[in-house]
């Protein structure tokens, strides 16, 4: 039998605007850039990232010979997103689990 819990935590952001970048490889053309400012300046507030996630899981196995066995695992993952994102908010919680049987020839 085995358990464990595991935490991760994301974080990051974007942060510039977009009148400050360096236009000089665009061409000739760079000026049109110009006008999509307000419109590019918008990538700041949606690439914020803060999440977090917390797993627990459970699996054991038993043997039923020296050469047949099954196993068995479950985990439980719950989601924290503290900032929507691209596709919104993306807390959330999933249940995952298998069972099998083996045969060690």
Do not use: C, H, P
Not at 23 to 34: K, Q, R
């Amino acid at each position: 039998m085995n358990a464990g819990i595991t935490y991760n935590k994301a974080e990051s952001s974007w942060e510039w605007e977009f009148a400050d970048r360096d236009t000089s490889s665009f061409g000739a053309g760079a000026g049109a850039y110009d006008d999509s400012n307000d419109i590019n300046n918008l990538i700041d507030t949606y690439s914020d990232l803060s999440y977090t996630e917390v797993q627990y899981s459970l699996d054991g196995s038993y043997n039923f010979t020296e050469r047949f066995y099954t196993s068995a695992q479950v985990t439980y993952d719950v989601f924290n997103s503290d900032e929507e994102y691209v596709y919104g908010d993306e807390d959330g919680e999933v249940v995952t689990g298998m069972v099998g049987f083996g045969w060690i020839f």
